[in-house]
């Protein structure tokens, strides 16, 4: 089974920086797509920023120039890096993999988040 530990949420004040992580488990030798989702109350989950296998990445027009996603696909893990944080950016932030082949040689398709990470901020 697929599992998802996000670590790196917490407090920033305006203009200040945050660092997420997401590290995937499960007997897996690769990952199709990794990322990042976000939810507001009483709204969808959004897209925040993704990257695939191969390293190209796409970004919510809110967060470019001011996040940047990257990975270790020896670790399993993305990272968001969220600089000049605004308080409409407070938000619980999802980490998201999808297409992963494990060790076995065998493609699960599934879509797995994990549990989510307060992020929050404000002065």
């Known amino acids: 089974q697929v599992q998802l530990l996000e670590s790196g949420g917490g407090l920033a004040q305006p203009g200040g920086s945050l660092r997420l992580s997401c590290a995937a488990s499960?007997?897996?030798?690769?990952?199709?797509?990794m990322g990042w989702y976000r939810q507001f109350p009483g709204k969808e989950r959004e897209l925040v920023a993704v990257i695939s296998r191969t390293g190209s990445t796409n970004f919510a027009d809110s967060v470019k120039d001011r996040f940047t996603i990257s990975k270790d696909d020896a670790k399993n893990t993305v990272y968001l890096q969220m600089n000049s944080l605004k308080p409409e950016d407070t938000s619980v932030y999802y980490c998201n993999v999808v297409g992963i082949w494990k060790d076995n040689y065998k493609f699960d398709p599934s879509a797995y988040w994990g549990q989510g990470t307060q992020v929050t901020v404000s002065s």
């Open positions: 499960g007997s897996i030798s690769r990952i199709n797509v």
